[in-house]
Structures are given as structure tokens and as C-alpha cells.
């Protein structure tokens, strides 16, 4: 798969935030198809093609998934811990990005298998330097794992 054929989920339910990290990617050249999630149940709906996304069976899954902790219906640990027991979704790369400040989250996330934790900056240049970096290593430089599709 090409660089450009890489999907990216992104399971955030701040409309400003979600804005703010897809204008980032933009801002860093990343081209990548980025499909926004806004919540918990809504992410594990797209990556194993139930509901609304049922038409998604048989497609490859994203290359990676950048997910916030703080998410309505079912939240981002939960989330985690679902995609790390499954099969088909075990091996993804998942990097939180969130604003939280707990270490208990931080501890959290890589107890369930977080591959990346990366705490949201405040300043746009910052965010966007972060955004930047994420996409670099995680979808050119990172060897992923042998597609698998559901």
C-alpha cells in the first residue's frame, strides 16, 4: 500500500480539536484520507465494519489511529482495550492524543498497548509540529504490520 492509500482514523468528539489536527496534517503535507469518529462506539463501528459502516467488510483497515481519551459512549481506554483483544485489530498502530495531564491515563494507555501517548500542546505551531512528526514516523518511516482485513 502507498503512502497516500494509508488511512487514518481519528476518533475525536471536539469538533474544534478535530478541526485543529486535520488543518494541522494539511499544514504538514499529509495527504492521507483521514476519517473522523467522534465516539467510542462509533470508532470500534468503523474498524469492524458494523452499523453505519457495515459497507466498510472486506476493506483494509487504517494504517493508523490517533485517539483521544475523553470520548462519549465508550471512552478511549475502552476503545483501546477492545482493538488490543480482537484478532483482526490487535497489531494497529494507536497513538492517544489528548489534552489529559493524568498520569493515570498515561500508565493506562500503555498497560492496554497505546503504541504512542502524545499529550495535545496548547500553542497551533506546537500542535501542528506534533502533527507533523506523528504523521512522518507513523505512516513513512514505521513499518506497520501485514495488512489484515476483516
Avoid: C
Wanted: charged share 25%.
Amino acid at each position: 500500500m502507498s503512502d497516500a492509500n494509508k488511512i487514518i482514523l481519528l476518533v475525536e468528539d471536539n469538533d474544534d480539536d478535530a478541526t485543529l489536527t486535520l488543518r494541522a496534517f494539511r499544514r504538514s503535507h499529509v495527504m492521507n484520507t483521514i476519517t473522523v469518529v467522534r465516539d467510542g462506539i462509533e470508532a470500534l463501528d468503523f474498524l469492524f465494519a458494523r452499523g453505519a459502516y457495515a459497507d466498510r467488510a472486506g476493506v483494509a483497515l487504517p494504517t493508523l489511529i490517533i485517539l483521544d481519551l475523553k470520548l462519549p459512549k465508550l471512552d478511549g481506554l475502552g476503545v483501546l482495550k477492545i482493538i488490543r483483544a480482537d484478532e483482526r485489530t490487535r497489531l494497529l498502530p494507536v497513538v492517544i492524543l489528548t489534552s489529559s495531564k493524568e498520569e493515570q491515563d498515561l500508565i493506562s494507555g500503555y498497560t492496554l498497548g497505546a503504541n504512542s501517548y502524545v499529550r495535545k500542546p496548547v500553542d497551533f505551531a506546537e500542535f501542528v509540529e506534533a502533527v507533523k512528526v506523528l504523521g512522518i514516523y507513523w505512516l513513512m518511516m514505521n513499518q506497520s504490520p501485514p495488512e489484515r482485513i476483516p
